[in-house]
């Protein structure tokens, strides 16, 4: 079935370092690819998606690129803040049935000043 | 306009309790989704309703999990009765549209933290 694996955290930077968080799925058809992000105390909200290959999601100065040849969807911001401290959720749907996400393990990503 | 809420944002109870927990999805959205993480696995869906309706309910764990929506309104997942294992965080989600249409992104609550002692 279909899967998405993403690094391990907790992922701990200073306040404008570059943030990759490395995400890769399997899935038997072709997938739309989601990054959501929950904030302490809050609902998980969608941060960006892709629907096709190449295609790259961005939204608050993350981006994240849909490779199908590497089938992954890494996220990336150039110059992370506190604000960004969360958990960041890498997910997929298949765009031939519902759209329930499957979703990884999560990433928690820790900014210090 | 409201989010989606979720009572009680945390729940202690013993092995062999009953719990139950409520979600209220956003004002007019027919689709309902329950999801549980478990600590530090991926958050795993469990049901979908379409108003009162059913409309999925593969990912449910066993039969000591019972969900309803009655009116098409709220939604409670009861737990009875509890083991270790329901210890989780469980999330409620909504939408409009569930198909390939357009209104099908899921607005999440901010999730029941269910600790089973």
């Known amino acids: 079935g279909d899967s998405v694996t993403q690094m391990e955290g907790p992922v701990t930077l200073s306040e404008e370092a570059f943030l990759t968080i490395n995400c890769t799925y399997t899935a038997t058809g072709y997938p739309s690819l989601f990054w959501y992000v929950q904030y302490p105390g809050e609902g998980l909200q969608l941060l960006l998606k892709a629907t096709k290959a190449d295609d790259k999601g961005s939204n608050k100065g993350f981006e994240a690129t849909y490779r199908k040849e590497t089938t992954s969807f890494h996220l990336e911001k150039g110059s992370v803040q506190v604000s960004d401290s969360a958990v960041y959720f890498c997910a997929l749907s298949d765009r031939g049935g519902s759209y329930i996400p499957t979703f990884g393990r999560g990433t928690s990503l820790i900014v210090h000043p | 306009e409201a989010g989606v809420t979720q009572f009680p944002s945390h729940s202690v109870i013993e092995k062999g309790q009953t719990v139950t927990l409520r979600c209220d999805p956003i004002s007019g959205h027919d689709n309902l989704y329950w999801y549980r993480r478990v600590m530090g696995k991926e958050i795993k869906f469990l049901l979908h309703?379409?108003?009162?309706?059913?409309?999925?309910e593969s990912g449910m764990p066993n039969n000591r999990f019972l969900a309803e929506r009655t009116g098409g309104t709220y939604s409670t997942l009861k737990v009875q009765p509890a083991e270790l294992e329901d210890s989780g965080v469980y999330f409620c989600a909504s939408s409009q549209g569930w198909d390939r249409g357009a209104n099908n992104e899921q607005f999440f609550g901010p999730g029941t933290r269910l600790t089973v002692l």
């Open positions: 309703f379409v108003k009162e309706s059913k409309q999925d």
